[in-house]
């Protein structure tokens, strides 16, 4: 999907912010707690638009890389270089990747 | 609690606040931890390695330093002291280098480091830090930029705390956390939290792969903390920062020498 229908998608039900011209992002609670919040990234690569935390869940994580990996495959949730990141396609793939960063924090 | 009501209330008790974090501190840290900055006399070069680089450093207790002492670690000229340390780390490109302010001529220790994420080819996420090495051992954060973030919540307004939600405002990327005297107190116990500032420029009209997103903040950073050193134009490139600096003598990367030697 490219990332204008995406955004016409997601901006329903979320507040997305502009960061550059070409990435945008929303604010999400991480288990339900207001003062645990992680921004995830919507960005367009090859055509496709894409979630990703940028990183984060991997830097604040006790985890090691196998164990990460493996909590994505269970999401079906990719990892790209300790990039969490998955193709959006409706509602259901923001959920996984959040769920996925709530399992991983 | 909400984060605005917390802060409303921590304003309301600033000053029995501000004792009991600096007595709490200086039970921790030793009673000079406010005006011992300056690095013990024998002090060496060799005793530094990249672990305030490699490893991510919690500050586990609050330190109110009073704004004068802040201003003066801010605005204190500081150079490189060693050859930088370049590293990649979970994703993460890092790059660090030491350097040395001087008060009442004696060194100060400084810890400045870019970190950036290569994931994907592009500057977005990135962020600059400047700690402060106090009492010879204890790390403490001054600045640090973060590129990127979400509507990040400004609880004060004119240097006052906003009274209700609908006067908060929102801070766009890039932003500039201060770790003074005033935000430490007000937003100690409020959980991945504190205060930022907004640049006088944000990134909206720049394309992820800019370059000069990141040269931007860099000079930015390196201008509000009064910081020598530059970005080494021959081996910049996609992935690896490093600086130089024309005051450091390289010749000397090999030999031991003291700060002390350094301020005199």
Known sequence: ?105 | MKSLSLIKENSKNYDKLRNEMIKEAEHKFGKNIFTDFQLPIDFSLNNLDDSIFRNRTTQTLPLPYSNEIFELLKKMPKKAINDVYNFNNKGYNITGVYLIGKYDNKPVLFAFNICRFLAYKDYLNFSIKLDVCVGGKTWLQLLRLDSYGPSHPNYFQNKKVCQKESEVQYVKTPHLHINSQENEILTHNIIDYSPAIELDFNFENFRSDDKTLLKKCFEYFKKYANIEIAINKKIENDYHYDFNNPLYDYSKISQVYSVKEFCK
Do not use: P, W
């Not at chain 1, 960061?19 to 339900?32: A, K, P």
């Not at chain 1, 003062?35 to 090691?64: F, H, M, P, W």
């Not at chain 1, 890389?65 to 959006?88: G, H, L, M, P, R």
């Open chain 1, 1 to 105: 999907m490219k990332i204008k229908e995406a955004l016409k998608q997601l901006s329903k039900h979320h507040n997305i912010v502009q960061q550059t011209l070409d990435v945008y992002s929303i604010e999400v609670q991480l288990n339900n707690d207001e003062q645990q919040r992680i921004i995830v990234a919507i960005k367009e690569i090859d055509g496709e638009t894409y979630l990703t935390d940028y990183g984060y869940s991997c830097q604040y994580t006790n985890l090691n890389e196998e164990e990460i990996k493996k909590i994505c495959k269970t999401f079906d949730v990719e990892f790209n270089n300790y990039a969490i990141q998955c193709k959006y396609e409706d509602e259901k793939d923001l959920a996984n990747i959040i769920k996925c960063i709530n399992k991983i924090l």
